[in-house]
């Protein structure tokens, strides 16, 4: 006979503490059989579940985006890295450009410039409804596939890679622009086919083949390995959030393992690189991870609070290029261990106040375009800060925020803006940041009505207050007309009652007889 597991609960007292009949022992109340008995809320499995919900409960914000702390966390931390950026590459450019014969606050003023016009950008693209700009998808999209085409005819090469385009005393890279087009592309096609994504097909044209297709074949033309890279994990992220079928990446992960390594093995340079990186020595006997193996010299000699600000060593050329790809290791070598936990914790604040926005959309536009977002910064992030603590190859991909490069600042700033404004509107109406522009015919309309109704009222009643106080009733002016009074609601004359057209009829006399 298989005994039932029982859960006795005792007894509870009647009014006025008097027994309720049936005992405490004889309170239990029977359980279906086959039902596991709970364990105590004092075990450790219950610990662990409890602290489980609670990390993710804080983590998603419930209830938090409203009050705008998820806004003013991403806000911040943006912010501040920027300013770190600055001052960084401050620190780390002044002794190449001296020896250059430059200025050495020419690179921070140029970051600076870009700075400003990311951030003024950005607190715009906040302001702006997120499906508005689903309209510039496909225009965006055919912009950035003209300009990575024409980086391969007039670009400018520099390390091996050919990326840029000079513009003036600046120049662009449109690879950098190509990540913030694709990621709104690639959310308004997957909204569009929601129904649809079920299907492989459906799922991977045209998100996949040919749309990301063609990017990637234009930044790896330009030699562009650690880009390309970034670019497969927006449009793995995008799939991702879109909800496509998890067999479908296991499928796409492979068969970019096998291209990759074709990629690096028919490269010279690229497998240069990787046998560096495990220790061996290039057919040539050159050294291409010396960047790496200095970059630890230099987090080494940081300790815990660094070395003092501009006191770096390895910037006197022992990283060549040092405010770009490796400005982690100077932050570490100036500001010691306690300087990169900072930048660490502040990209954690960004990464889960993104989070945040991410979870609670339920759209798959906003979602998909949010999330792409968020594993592009910190994915990119993660890869750079890799490379210079020596766990990844030498991949030339920058620190978002704080490497010098303007059209990656200006980029990451804008994505930035896209984001809070999708945080903006899981605000309560009271809390929101005010508007400060208006957009488009409809809006621009309503200002316009709003404005010259503003007037009429500051007109009327500049024109009341012009005009002399009302007197009491009963108490009319000397000169005034008769029938006037001193009120000047009741000043204007009457009109006068209408007439009866039909003449009156004369009433008979009375005729005596004579």
Same mark, same amino acid.
């Given at each position: 006979m298989?005994?039932t597991?029982t859960?006795?609960?005792a007894?509870r007292?009647?009014?006025?503490g008097?027994a309720?009949g049936k005992s ?9 059989a086959?039902t ?13 579940r409890?602290w489980y919900r609670?990390f ?5 914000g419930?209830?938090k985006?409203r009050n705008?702390?998820?806004y003013?966390? !991403? +806000? #911040?931390?943006?912010? *501040?890295?920027t300013?770190? @950026?600055?001052? =960084?590459?401050?620190s780390?450019?002044?002794?190449? &450009?001296?020896?250059?014969?430059e200025s ?6 140029k970051?600076?410039g870009?700075?400003a ?6 607190f715009?693209l906040s302001?702006v ?6 309209r510039f998808a ?5 912009l950035?596939?003209?300009l990575?085409?024409l ?6 090469s ?10 003036g005393?600046?120049t662009?890279q449109p690879?950098e622009?190509?990540k913030?087009?694709?990621a709104?592309?690639m959310?308004t ?6 129904k649809?994504l ?9 998100v996949?083949?040919?749309g990301?297709?063609v !990017? +990637? #074949?234009l930044i790896l *033309?330009g030699?562009d390995? @650690?880009?390309? =890279?970034?670019v497969m994990?927006?449009?793995a992220a &995008?799939l991702?959030?879109?909800?496509v079928?998890l067999y ?9 393992a ?7 093995v028919?490269n010279?340079?690229?497998?240069c690189r990787i046998?560096s990186?495990?220790g ?5 006997g050159?050294?291409?991870?010396y ?5 630890l010299?230099?987090?080494?000699s940081?300790?815990w ?6 006191q770096?060593r390895?910037?006197y050329?022992?990283i ?14 100036e500001?010691?261990?306690v ?6 914790v502040?990209f954690a604040i960004?990464?889960t106040a ?7 959309q339920?759209?798959i ?12 910064l ?8 890799a ?12 620190l978002?925020?704080i490497?010098?490069?303007?059209s990656?600042l ?9 984001v ?7 605000m309560d109406p009271?809390?929101q940041?005010?508007?400060m ?5 409809a ?11 503003a007037?009429?009222?500051?007109k009327a009643?500049s024109?009341?207050a012009?005009?002399?106080a009302a ?7 000397a000169?005034?007309?008769?029938g006037?009074t001193?009120n000047p ?9 209408p ?5 009156k009829?004369p009433a008979?006399k ?5």
């Open positions: 298989v005994s597991p859960r006795t609960t007894a007292p009647a009014a006025g008097a309720s405490a022992g004889s309170s239990a109340l029977p359980v279906p086959g596991p008995s709970r364990k105590p809320a004092g075990t450790p499995a219950a610990r662990v409890a609670r993710w409960s804080a983590l998603e419930n209830g985006s705008g702390s998820t003013y966390l !991403i +806000l #911040g931390s943006t912010l *501040a890295l300013a770190i @950026g600055i001052m =960084m590459v401050l780390a450019s002044s002794v190449e &450009a001296i020896a250059a014969g050495p606050y020419s690179a921070a003023l970051q600076g870009f700075a016009i990311g951030v003024f950008a950005m715009v302001r409804n997120v499906v508005w700009l689903r496909w225009p965006v999209m055919f950035a596939v003209a990575l085409g980086v391969l005819l007039v670009g400018r520099a390390l091996g890679n050919q990326n840029w385009i000079d513009v005393p600046f662009f690879s622009a190509a913030l087009a694709l709104l592309w959310a096609v997957l909204d569009r086919k929601a649809l079920h299907e492989w097909r459906h799922a991977l044209i045209p996949a083949v040919p990301a297709a !990017i +990637l #074949g *033309a030699n390995l @650690g880009t390309a =890279m970034i994990i927006i449009v &995008a991702f959030f879109a909800g079928r479908l990446f296991a499928i796409a992960g492979a068969a970019l096998v291209f990759t390594t074709i990629l690096a028919t010279p340079n690229r497998m046998l990186w495990t061996q020595t290039c057919a040539d050159s050294d291409l991870n960047q790496s193996t200095n970059g010299y230099g987090l080494a940081g300790g609070f660094g070395v003092g600000l501009g770096s390895q910037k050329s022992w060549p290029e040092a405010h770009n790809d490796f400005i982690f290791a100077i932050i570490g070598e500001l010691g261990l300087g990169t936990l900072v930048v660490l502040l960004l990464g993104i989070y945040r926005v991410v979870v609670a339920h759209d536009f906003h979602r998909v375009l949010a999330g792409a977002i968020m594993v592009w910190l994915g990119q992030a993660s890869v750079n800060m490379v210079v603590t020596g766990l990844a190859p030498v991949i030339g991909v920058p978002p925020f490497s010098y490069g303007g990656a200006l980029m990451s700033l804008c994505a930035i803006g896209v809070l404004s999708l945080a903006r509107a899981q009271g809390m940041p005010k508007k522009l208006r957009f488009g015919p809006a621009f309309a309503n200002s316009v009505r709003r404005a010259r109704a007037r009429a009222a500051t009643s024109q009341g012009a005009r002399p007197k009491p009733a009963g108490k009319s002016p000169n005034a007309k008769p006037s001193g609601a009741r000043s204007a004359p009457r009109n006068p009652s007439k009866n057209p039909a003449p009829t008979p009375n005729r005596t007889k004579a």
